[in-house]
């Protein structure tokens, strides 16, 4: 059986036990097999290496957000990324009322050099990803400022799979290591 998109956890684990004689399981999750357990976790290892590989249509999404400041000469603003956000493809951030590129993510040296500074940054949008939320410094008091990006997130994007299967699945191993 080839993989697909929309291939699940429990096929790639079954079909892995199957190709090396072990006994296939019902349900990856509730099993109390090592060797099962095992295999999920590496096919979960592989499974991320893959998709962060390659910029994957599949895992990939648009993102619009209108930066809007909440009071004038505001430095910085925050705003939540989506939760199962992974990156921004590269190249993808532009401000849609300046048609530039948004400059980022900026490295936490230069972002306090700006806030220190008082930098008012607005011909360019510039951001940084802080605490798992987007930061944009100098957010306008124009509420036609947004900014248009391409997001790659961790999992199948919904817009874009028919399928809702869950390929990814946390699984944790406990095994007794000799001399531990």
Request: neutral net charge; hydrophobic residues 40%; aromatic residues 8%.
């Amino acid at each position: 059986m080839p993989a697909s998109p929309n291939t699940t956890l429990l096929e790639i684990v079954n079909l892995v036990a199957r190709s090396v004689g072990h006994p296939v399981t019902a349900d990856v999750a509730s099993t109390a097999d090592e060797a099962i357990l095992r295999m999920a976790y590496y096919a979960n290892i592989a499974g991320s290496e893959l998709a962060y590989m390659h910029t994957w249509q599949w895992l990939s999404k648009p993102g619009s957000i209108s930066v809007v400041a909440d009071m004038p000469d505001q430095s910085e603003k925050a705003y939540d990324l989506p939760t199962d956000f992974h990156a921004f493809a590269d190249d993808t951030m532009w401000n849609r009322s300046t048609q530039l590129p948004a400059i980022g993510p900026i490295n936490a040296q230069d972002w306090q050099w700006m806030i220190v500074r008082n930098a008012m940054i607005t011909t360019r949008m510039m951001w940084r990803i802080r605490n798992k939320q987007l930061w944009i410094k100098s957010p306008s008091m124009d509420a036609r400022r947004s900014v248009l990006s391409m997001c790659r997130s961790i999992g199948p994007s919904t817009a874009q799979v028919k399928c809702q299967k869950t390929l990814w699945l946390p699984v944790t191993i406990t095994t007794d290591i000799p001399g531990n």
